[in-house]
């Protein structure tokens, strides 16, 4: 069974763009969270998707954005780009009835110039 | 919010040797406490994980200890190899409202020496 997939794996802004990361979880899946991981604050927690809907939101702003779709498949936006939004973005899928269990993609490292 | 602290930071060992990381929490409702490796490059990767029902867990050389009192759950690995070499995270599950999360800790970085 294929693992999670993100893409791209590297990405390279500059500041005030934005920019769009996708993520195909595990075959049956249909849950998707996010994660931003940084040096200073660890892995912070963005947002869950399930069945197309958002059902869980972190302390993130409002440029930080997702959507699932309904192949479950996610994406994720960030809008105005800051030089703070340079971090490791992590996709997790979670198996049915076994939500807490979180399984990762390698990440999409964005640089923010 | 939930504040969720690992001890220590960082750990070095000798291979062969046992190490143990400790994680506390302070979300009292926190019913599930996971243990993930995060290898160079790589996402986190579940390796162990415990029910509040149950105090202790055991997979081969991985165990986990749970005690809801103090509100502190540890990882132990025994018979250390280089290819434990990683960081570790504790993730207790916190609840905010009906909803959900895990909250993951700062990371521990194990280093095995030969």
């Known amino acids: 069974k294929a693992g999670v997939t993100q893409t791209p794996r590297y990405l390279i802004k500059t500041r005030g763009q934005q920019v769009t990361l996708s993520c195909s979880p595990i075959s049956g899946h249909r849950s998707v969270s996010w994660y931003q991981q940084t040096p200073g604050q660890g892995l912070q927690f963005l947002f869950e998707y399930f069945s197309e809907t958002q059902r869980n939101k972190g302390n993130f702003p409002g440029r930080f954005s997702g959507r699932q779709f309904s192949n479950s498949r996610s994406e994720m936006n960030v809008s105005t780009l800051e030089l703070g939004d340079s971090a490791l973005y992590l996709c997790?899928?979670?198996?049915?009835?076994?939500?807490?269990?979180?399984?990762f993609g390698s990440g999409t490292q964005l640089s923010v110039l | 919010g939930e504040n969720v602290e690992q001890h220590p930071s960082t750990l070095s060992v000798q291979e062969g040797d046992s190490a143990v990381i400790k994680c506390t929490y302070s979300?009292?409702?926190?019913?599930?406490f996971p243990w993930y490796k995060q290898e160079l490059g790589k996402g986190p990767q579940l390796i162990i994980d415990?029910?509040?029902?149950?105090g202790e867990k055991k997979d081969q050389r991985i165990a986990v200890t749970l005690n809801k009192t103090a509100k502190h759950f540890s990882l132990h690995i025994t018979e250390t190899q280089p290819e434990d070499s990683a960081v570790y995270f504790c993730?207790?599950?916190?609840?905010?409202?009906?909803?959900?999360?895990?909250?993951f800790g700062t990371g521990t970085r194990l280093q095995v020496t030969l």
């Open positions: 415990i029910r509040s029902n149950v």
């Open positions: 979300d009292s409702a926190s019913n599930y």
């Open positions: 993730a207790p599950l916190t609840l905010t409202g009906t909803a959900s999360k895990l909250t």
């Open positions: 997790a899928s979670s198996p049915p009835g076994g939500g807490e269990k979180l399984f």
